[in-house]
């Protein structure tokens, strides 16, 4: 995380998923500040991934990312967590 009033979550993703492939992808980070009080939330979404015939891959090999808070924080965010939500077909 790049710390700051306007942070920043800079991550890298790996995922494989063997039963069904990932129809959309949420990860929404909490930003703290240095006593750990929540401060503010970001999220990146995708809506899935297709191949050229339109077909869903099912998984991420590799997705680079970067999640900033949605509005203009009070204080120093000193720390983040991630929470990744996958939603997939049966």
């Known amino acids: 995380m790049v710390p700051g009033t306007r942070p920043e979550v800079v991550a890298e993703l790996s995922n494989q998923i063997d039963a069904a492939p990932v129809q959309r992808l ?6 703290y500040d240095e006593n750990g009080k929540y ?10 991934r297709n191949d050229r015939a339109g077909n869903p891959v099912p998984s ?6 970067r999640i900033r808070p949605t509005q203009q924080l009070p204080r120093k965010a000193t720390s983040a967590s991630l929470r990744v ?6």
Do not use: C, H, K
């Open 39 to 48: 401060l503010g939330t970001g999220s990146y979404t995708d809506d899935g």
């Open 85 to 90: 939500v996958q939603f997939v077909t049966e």
């Open 26 to 31: 949420v990860i929404e980070a909490r930003y």
């Open 60 to 65: 991420y090999a590799s997705l680079s990312l």
